[in-house]
């Protein structure tokens, strides 16, 4: 078991220091060493093949130049966790609660806008909103991030069906 662990090393050392030889021993073992004897044959090993390592640059643009902004990079994930995209809903009365993920958490001088269907629900720090008396049919939820000029930072959507039965 050694025996294979120590095998690749041989097949580099000797680029370094001379040729390798190959013997077999008389229970049909296999070995590797760099003397040769009687038995033996030299193996004839390919030359390695290296490449210089280049070292990184230290300097690194900014942010700035390559045009993002801290706000851009303040929010890693925003999605609409309820309802859940492509989801199917039943309720008669039309009733859906919203509820958003955001990661990380809202920044100061930052709200969150939820709309429905293009009409504001909610406008503030809420990370849910409720719905009632829906009509039937597909309606789209959006939320962003807005900062204090309204300009969204991130922003997310899920689309969804109400089934309601008829009266």
């Given at each position: 078991?050694?025996?294979?662990?120590?095998?690749?090393?041989?097949?580099?050392?000797?680029?370094?220091?001379?040729?390798?030889?190959?013997?077999?021993?008389?229970?049909?073992?296999?070995?590797?060493?760099?003397?040769?004897?009687?038995?033996?044959?030299?193996?004839?090993?390919?030359?390695?093949?290296?490449?210089?390592?280049?070292?990184?640059?230290?300097?690194?643009?900014?942010?700035?130049?390559?045009?993002?902004?801290?706000?851009?990079?303040?929010?890693?994930?925003?999605?609409?966790?309820?309802?859940?995209?492509?989801?199917?809903?039943?309720?008669?009365?039309?009733?859906v609660s919203?509820?958003?993920?955001?990661?990380?958490?809202?920044?100061?001088g930052h709200?969150?806008?939820?709309?429905?269907?293009?009409?504001?629900?909610s406008k503030?720090?809420?990370?849910?909103?409720?719905?009632?008396?829906?009509?039937?049919?597909?309606?789209?939820?959006?939320?962003?991030?807005?900062?204090?000029?309204?300009?969204?930072?991130?922003?997310?959507?899920?689309?969804?069906?109400?089934?309601?039965?008829?009266?």
């Amino acid at each position: 078991m050694k025996l294979i662990f120590l095998l690749p090393l041989f097949f580099y050392i000797p680029i370094l220091y001379g040729e390798v030889y190959k013997t077999v021993d008389e229970d049909g073992n296999i070995i590797f060493t760099d003397r040769p004897s009687s038995n033996s044959e030299e193996i004839k090993l390919q030359e390695l093949k290296t490449t210089e390592t280049i070292k990184p640059s230290t300097s690194s643009p900014s942010r700035k130049s390559r045009g993002e902004t801290d706000e851009s990079l303040s929010y890693k994930k925003l999605f609409v966790s309820n309802p859940v995209d492509g989801s199917s809903i039943r309720s008669n009365s039309g009733n859906v609660s919203i509820s958003i993920v955001l990661k990380p958490s809202l920044r100061s001088g930052h709200r969150i806008l939820i709309t429905m269907d293009g009409k504001e629900l909610s406008k503030g720090s809420g990370m849910s909103a409720s719905v009632t008396n829906i009509d039937r049919g597909t309606h789209t939820v959006g939320a962003s991030v807005i900062d204090s000029s309204s300009n969204a930072i991130i922003s997310a959507s899920s689309t969804f069906s109400i089934l309601r039965s008829t009266q």
